[in-house]
């Protein structure tokens, strides 16, 4: 398959070609770039989950049953599952996909293992371009699995829109597992695992630890139950996800709104300094001498302006 | 930073066994050799498996068996490796296999059978000089 070929293959859907295209992207060769550069401009459309939190917490089982209610709502759906390379050998064993094998036959489902070939952050470099290629393939909601084992593992917020930590009850100290790294990046929190006894007691422990933070956020990260093995709560999830893009979505038009005030701001700004300098200028009478010497072609129009403004200019800035 | 290409292997579990520490024993020596080994877990179905490959985008696969079900089960993923265009991935077979199946097997494309006992360098070595070119 030749790039231009694998490409074309990526934006009509093609499995094959998506498959190859990531292999392209991790292996990093000269191509790699060629590939991303061609299908980026079809990229911005899907929904992109980050799901990160301590090894058995159940973020496999999660995903899966998160992956069925999309699906059961029409979204296609892409999985990035993410672990770690073996620092020694440059080997791995990728065995997300166990609990998801069921979902692999699903023509709207496309899930990918991924090393982290020792990349720091708990993401592989090339994780962020097999999102591009799912996005540009056309996938609704895409996915991302990594292990957030603590501090360093919050790379995942450079990759995805809405991060969701999931945390279990009964592994270990409670707060040990999500400590500052990951509280910090999580628009949404998960209590797996919540038939266990203590969920309740997680659930309050995060609360603890959300209070401490002192900064005010328009967005304030929920706290869920949920029991994966069952799907309960998953569908909750799901609408806190959708929430959470909204809310995104808002922020942008925001932004945007921002923008635009500022530039009718300037606009106006602007027009009411002519007005009131013009006005000034034209009391002195200094206006119309200069318009008489732009007439008789002894000043230019640009250097009279310079002449009119000089001394306006000085007092401008004096008074600043 | 990363332009050596890595190998790929998928270690499947087609079938009824309940058992996979054959295929646990072998990925995880694969692991160990620096491949990058995806496990799909037990009672896989041949559709399952030749779509994980694809999805994988694997150079190798390595499928365990225990129930006897291989003559019935192996034509059928090499078939629907052949449709799905996956034509150069390498194909190897492990697990409980009659000396009498192998020449059949190896007939419709799987290029070795390891058995009971295999020392797992044995299949490394194989793997590394076997694993197909990339076109």
């Known amino acids: ?320 | 930073m990363q332009s050596k290409k890595k190998i790929r292997v998928l270690i499947a579990k087609p079938g009824l066994d309940s058992h996979d520490r054959g295929a646990k024993v072998v990925a995880r020596a694969l692991r160990d050799a620096g491949m990058e080994v995806i496990y799909t877990g037990l009672r896989q179905t041949p559709e399952q498996i030749v779509e994980t490959a694809l999805q994988e985008d694997v150079d190798v696969i390595g499928l365990s068996i225990l129930s006897g079900a291989h003559k019935a089960l192996f034509p059928r993923i090499m078939e629907l490796l052949s449709q799905k265009g996956l034509t150069d991935v390498m194909v190897f077979a492990g697990g409980i296999i009659p000396e009498e199946d192998i020449a059949e097997l190896k007939k419709i494309g799987i290029k070795e059978i390891f058995g009971p006992g295999t020392p797992t360098e044995t299949i490394i070595k194989y793997v590394l000089e076997n694993v197909p070119e990339r076109a």
């Open chain 1, 1 to 320: 398959m030749t790039i231009d070929e694998i490409v074309k293959g990526v934006l009509a859907g093609n499995r094959r070609s998506i498959a190859r295209a990531i292999t392209i992207a991790e292996d990093n060769t000269p191509e790699a770039q060629k590939l991303i550069a061609a299908i980026y401009p079809h990229t911005g459309k899907a929904h992109i989950i980050g799901l990160t939190g301590p090894g058995g917490s159940g973020k496999s089982t999660l995903i899966e049953k998160m992956v069925r209610e999309y699906r059961r709502k029409g979204k296609t759906v892409g999985v990035v599952a993410v672990d770690p390379s073996s620092p020694f050998t440059g080997g791995a064993f990728l065995g997300d996909r166990i609990r998801m094998q069921e979902l692999s036959t699903d023509e709207g489902v496309f899930i990918r293992s991924m090393a982290t070939r020792n990349y720091a952050g708990g993401i592989a470099k090339a994780t962020k371009d097999a999102v591009k290629i799912l996005d540009a393939a056309g996938k609704d909601i895409i996915l991302v699995e990594t292990v957030g084992a603590g501090q360093s593992e919050v790379e995942i917020i450079k990759v995805a829109q809405s991060i969701v930590v999931i945390h279990a009850p009964g592994l270990g100290d409670d707060i040990q597992a999500i400590k500052a790294g990951l509280m910090e990046i999580a628009d949404i929190f998960v209590v797996n695992k919540a038939d266990r006894e203590n969920a309740d007691k997680a659930v309050m422990d995060i609360q603890a630890m959300l209070q401490l933070n002192s900064k005010e956020t328009a967005w304030k990260p929920p706290i869920l139950k949920t029991t994966a093995l069952t799907g309960e709560g998953v569908s909750q999830l799901i609408e806190k996800l959708e929430e959470h893009r909204h809310f995104l979505e808002k922020e942008e038009e925001r932004k945007k709104s921002l923008l635009r005030a500022e530039a009718e701001l300037v606009e106006a700004v602007k027009e009411k300094i002519v007005n009131v300098v013009i006005d000034e200028l034209k009391k002195e009478g200094k206006f119309e001498e200069l318009l008489q010497k732009i007439l008789n072609r002894k000043i230019d129009p640009s250097s009279a302006a310079e002449k009119l403004l000089s001394g306006k200019l000085k007092k401008a800035t004096r008074n600043a």
